[in-house]
């Protein structure tokens, strides 16, 4: 990294300095703000879609809302001098990180993807994996009464094409509109969750399936080591293809490429 220059050298600090937005949401993009919050040459800002009521603010200026596409996401980068983007939203936010890779290559702005790894089956695992949430739907067919939804609330209507099941949805905001579904519970809450506080929640409501996304991490983990002990079928949607995109799988790998531009 270039050397900190004080005093008459001011501006060539100025010059030196590269803003960076981050296209955030998950706990990459916090520990990454986090990590870049009054760092000497890196100007960073952070977008939010605004999906989640109440989210979790990061300690850099944040925007709240979508850019209007691929256009509006180019035009906002070159008016506002953008030198880098991360790409550190969800594994499953297809459309913004296709808007992304589409507006950084028509703006000319080196992109990159910070993203967790997906989960891996281990041994003793029940995975049935499925292509999408219709999918995941049907895959429930024969698999018990009591499913554990831990997909969050945007796609759970996806499932009143099985409405007999007694669903228990797990999200940080209700879904809107609520799900027809004649046999529901719901459960607000946010992640890191604990094995102990897994296995009694499953106990508790005779969990007999669990369905989930492939979102890696290890805020919500937890719940794949409790099916696992159990015994229960999980119904593992698996990752949405990615756009080509060079992908970073550490904060401090994403701060040594910025602080390398």
């Known amino acids: 990294m270039a050397p900190i220059l004080t005093g008459g050298e001011g501006e060539l600090v100025k010059a030196l300095t590269v803003k960076i937005l981050i296209l955030g949401g998950t706990t990459e993009a916090t520990a990454l703000a986090r990590r870049l919050a009054g760092h000497p040459r890196i100007d960073a800002r952070v977008s939010l879609a605004g999906r989640t009521k109440n989210p ?9 809302g979508g850019f ?4 509006g996401l180019a035009e906002y980068l070159c008016a506002e ?6 790409d550190a939203t969800h594994p499953f936010a297809a459309q913004i990180s296709a808007n992304a890779a589409a507006a950084c290559a028509l703006a000319g702005v080196p992109l990159r993807l910070l993203t967790r790894p997906a989960w891996a089956a281990e041994p003793g695992d029940r995975w049935i994996g499925v292509p999408d949430m219709t999918a995941a739907a049907l895959a429930l067919w024969g698999l018990g ?9 945007q796609e759970v209507a996806a499932f ?3 409405p007999d099941k007694r669903y228990l949805i797990r999200a940080v905001d209700p879904p ?3 799900p027809a579904l004649p046999r529901m519970g719901l459960i607000l809450d946010r992640g890191p969750f604990t094995v102990e506080g897994e296995l009694a929640l499953m106990r508790g409501e005779g969990v007999e399936a669990v369905v989930s996304k492939n979102s890696g991490g290890r ?6 080591e409790a099916a696992r002990r159990l015994g229960l079928p999980v119904v593992m949607v698996e990752r949405p293809a990615g756009n080509g995109v060079a ?5 401090e790998d994403a701060v040594g490429w910025l602080e390398g531009m």
């Open 219 to 224: 805020a919500t983990d937890a719940k794949l």
């Open 160 to 162: 009143e094409a099985v």
């Open 68 to 71: 209007g596409g691929v256009a």
């Open 176 to 178: 809107e509109p609520m």
């Open 81 to 86: 001098g953008i030198g880098a983007v991360i």
């Open 56 to 64: 979790v603010l990061p300690p850099l200026p944040t925007r709240i």
């Open 145 to 153: 009464d009591t499913v554990f939804l831990t997909i969050g609330r």
């Open 247 to 251: 992908e970073l799988h550490d904060v």
